[in-house]
Nanobody, 125 residues
């Protein structure tokens, strides 16, 4: 079992930045891939980005690519989602997810087994 804990959400003005963090309680991300997703009430969950912990390979969804960047801190065992130039339409609950993954690249968005509770990001206009 992998328990994921997100932090870093909050209220920010349009054009601002936030950095979200995802940690795994009691274990490392070694041999896992970690993804970020977001969801607005009444809408489907949306894939944002993913990182292969072992190789460092990353993938970013087109709608937020160029503004959002996923990264990892190996020493701290944290996965980050740096969000810049935030827009009101980025308002959502952001969740990280993990799946055991030792392949190249990053997993498909449907492969994730473990999910955090999410952190609210609100962007005001």
């Amino acid at each position: 079992q992998v328990q994921l804990i997100e932090s870093g959400g909050g209220l920010v003005q349009a054009g601002g930045s936030l950095r979200l963090s995802c940690v795994a309680s009691g274990r490392t991300f070694s041999n896992y891939a970690v993804g970020w997703f977001r969801q607005v009430p009444g809408k489907d969950r949306e894939y944002v980005a993913a990182i292969n912990w072992n190789s460092g390979s990353v993938a970013h969804a087109t709608p937020t690519s160029g503004r959002f960047t996923i990264s990892r801190d190996i020493a701290k065992n944290i996965v980050y989602l740096q969000m810049r130039s935030l827009k009101p339409e980025d308002t959502a609950v952001y969740s990280c997810a993990a799946v055991r993954y030792t392949n190249w690249g990053t997993p498909s968005r449907n492969e994730y087994d473990y999910w955090g509770q999410g952190t609210q990001v609100t962007v005001s206009s």
